[in-house]
């Protein structure tokens, strides 16, 4: 069976041979596997067969990118949202945003038509490559992107966002209302140029630890109505589709079903989302991506990784409705031969 059969049974509610298989290393988890055996040349996309693939257009205000200062250790950067931007050389880590070109309902207005589609956010020979790299493997192919609060705090940075959410709706939702529309062009042009998808990978960090970043009710205003927008479009065209959305975000679960999402990913452990009270409560409707807990899996005792891959994929899969990650991305204290073990217990429980 191929990965896009798998993730099609997965996304449709039905039982495949296995679960599929995807997970996000860090870059500095990559270098550590290197050394510890991960062939040369070859990436872990590769070794360990992950199952999807996807083109991401360019969603960004296209500011020029800037280098600002570099030293040894970091380099400041302004990028292509106008942000000005630390990021570390030498380890992975949140890139710290120090400054914003836009702060104010003025310099949206300013800088707004920066956030009109054209045919050039597309690299249309790459995106045919990477298309056809994975119908040629059997890969579920995706059109991705961004939106809503996720693709906001990088261009207003999150204290902006939620004063303007509180203060200045107007503002809040014409930015959250372009940005949403960005999206809905970006698939239009790209499925209008004959680009045959699977499915959508949707980015909108929307929780924390606690819970989500904003109240339900600010979800139900501001949110609701883009995705609601994009998972119909998706629709029109037979697609279903996947959100990513870190933190906490059990109280929005009701809204998305509502607004038409497909499945949810990736279930972080640490902020405190259940997979199995997900799958209890929502999974004769919604399809769950992760869930796994990566802190376990840099655990010292190998029965730890094996009891939280055994009691969650039995029970996730169940009914189908489930695919295989990590409750967010793989940390470079998770060695080679511990990763080899996950992805060798992910295909034993995960068998049908």
Request: aromatic share 12%; with cysteine; glycine share 10%.
């Given at each position: 069976?191929?990965?896009?059969?798998?993730?099609?049974?997965?996304?449709?509610?039905?039982?495949?041979?296995?679960?599929?298989?995807?997970?996000?290393?860090?870059?500095?988890?990559?270098?550590?596997?290197?050394?510890?055996?991960?062939?040369?040349?070859?990436?872990?996309?590769?070794?360990?067969?992950?199952?999807?693939?996807?083109?991401?257009?360019?969603?960004?205000?296209?500011?020029?990118?800037?280098?600002?200062?570099?030293?040894?250790?970091?380099?400041?950067?302004?990028?292509?949202?106008?942000?000005?931007?630390?990021?570390?050389?030498?380890?992975?880590?949140?890139?710290?945003?120090?400054?914003?070109?836009?702060?104010?309902?003025?310099?949206?207005?300013?800088?707004?038509?920066?956030?009109?589609?054209?045919?050039?956010?597309?690299?249309?020979?790459?995106?045919?490559?990477?298309?056809?790299?994975?119908?040629?493997?059997?890969?579920?192919?995706?059109?991705?992107?961004?939106?809503?609060?996720?693709?906001?705090?990088?261009?207003?940075g999150d204290e902006n966002l939620l004063m303007a959410m509180a203060s200045e709706p107007e503002w809040a939702q014409d930015m959250y209302d372009t940005c949403g529309q960005l999206l809905c062009d970006a698939l239009e042009d790209?499925?209008?140029?004959?680009?045959?998808?699977?499915?959508?990978?949707?980015?909108?960090?929307?929780?924390?630890?606690?819970?989500?970043?904003?109240?339900?009710?600010?979800?139900?205003?501001?949110?609701?109505?883009?995705?609601?927008?994009?998972?119909?479009?998706?629709?029109?065209?037979?697609?279903?589709?996947?959100?990513?959305?870190?933190?906490?975000?059990?109280?929005?679960?009701?809204?998305?079903?509502?607004?038409?999402?497909?499945?949810?990913?990736?279930?972080?452990?640490?902020?405190?989302?259940?997979?199995?009270?997900?799958?209890?409560?929502?999974?004769?409707?919604?399809?769950?991506?992760?869930?796994?807990?990566?802190?376990?899996?840099?655990?010292?005792?190998?029965?730890?990784?094996?009891?939280?891959?055994?009691?969650?994929?039995?029970?996730?899969?169940?009914?189908?409705?489930?695919?295989?990650?990590?409750?967010?991305?793989?940390?470079?204290?998770?060695?080679?031969?511990?990763?080899?073990?996950?992805?060798?217990?992910?295909?034993?429980?995960?068998?049908?």
């Open positions: 069976m191929t990965s896009q059969e798998r993730i099609n049974l997965a996304l449709d509610h039905r039982e495949a041979d296995r679960v599929a298989i995807q997970d996000a290393p860090w870059s500095t988890t990559i270098e550590r596997w290197q050394r510890e055996g991960l062939p040369e040349g070859v990436s872990p996309v590769e070794h360990f067969g992950f199952e999807l693939a996807g083109y991401w257009p360019d969603l960004t205000t296209r500011f020029p990118d800037e280098i600002i200062e570099e030293t040894d250790e970091y380099f400041l950067m302004r990028n292509n949202w106008g942000a000005l931007v630390k990021n570390w050389k030498h380890q992975t880590s949140v890139p710290h945003m120090t400054g914003f070109t836009i702060q104010t309902r003025k310099d949206w207005e300013e800088h707004k038509h920066r956030m009109v589609w054209d045919s050039g956010r597309v690299n249309w020979e790459e995106a045919a490559r990477v298309r056809d790299q994975a119908r040629a493997q059997g890969k579920w192919f995706h059109f991705t992107g961004a939106f809503g609060y996720n693709w906001l705090i990088l261009l207003v790209m499925v209008g140029h004959g680009f045959e998808f699977d499915g959508c990978f949707i980015y909108d960090d929307m929780g924390y630890r606690g819970g989500p970043l904003f109240s339900p009710a600010m979800f139900r205003k501001y949110e609701f109505p883009n995705h609601q927008r994009f998972y119909q479009l998706a629709q029109a065209y037979g697609l279903k589709t996947i959100l990513h959305s870190c933190g906490n975000v059990t109280a929005l679960v009701p809204g998305l079903i509502e607004a038409g999402l497909s499945g949810l990913q990736p279930l972080e452990v640490k902020a405190g989302m259940d997979l199995l009270q997900l799958k209890r409560d929502y999974g004769e409707v919604l399809s769950f991506m992760g869930g796994i807990d990566a802190r376990k899996m840099a655990h010292p005792e190998p029965a730890v990784i094996e009891a939280e891959i055994a009691t969650k994929v039995t029970a996730a899969k169940r009914g189908g409705g489930y695919i295989f990650h990590s409750d967010h991305s793989i940390p470079d204290d998770v060695s080679f031969a511990q990763y080899s073990r996950v992805v060798e217990l992910a295909r034993k429980y995960g068998a049908y």
